[in-house]
């Protein structure tokens, strides 16, 4: 198993940065990528970035690709999202998730390759 922690959320106005933190522990050997999907009330989980474990390999989706960057930092077993020029559409509870399989490109996008997830961490962005 696998448990996943997000933190780092927070209220920031638009054209901000806030930087997300999602903690790994457990049997993090077996996660082969990790992946961010904000959600936001009445709307269904949307795909943002998604990096390889070793942090050689990132994908991002349309809407955030040049303001948001996805790391690793596997010695703290640590995946981080900056996010930088910050709209209020990207208000939502941003969740981190796990896959165990290899995957790559566009298969990304889709959450149910992803195996844990974590409990979410609320972002707001006002105008």
């Known amino acids: 198993q696998v448990q996943l922690v997000e933190s780092g959320g927070g209220l920031v106005q638009a054209g901000g940065s806030l930087r997300l933190s999602c903690a790994a522990s457990g049997s993090t050997f077996s996660i082969k990528f990790i992946g961010w999907f904000p959600q936001a009330p009445g709307k269904e989980r949307e795909f943002v970035a998604a990096i390889r474990w070793n942090g050689q390999y990132t994908y991002y989706g349309d809407s955030v690709r040049g303001r948001f960057t996805i790391s690793t930092d596997t010695a703290k077993n640590t995946v981080l999202l900056q996010m930088n020029l910050l709209k209020p559409e990207d208000t939502a509870v941003y969740y981190c998730?796990?896959?165990?399989?290899?995957?790559?490109?566009?298969?990304?996008?889709?959450?149910?390759?992803?195996?844990?997830w974590g409990q979410g961490t609320q972002v707001t962005v006002s105008s």
């Open positions: 998730a796990a896959g165990s399989k290899y995957a790559c490109g566009s298969l990304y996008r889709d959450p149910n390759i992803y195996d844990y």
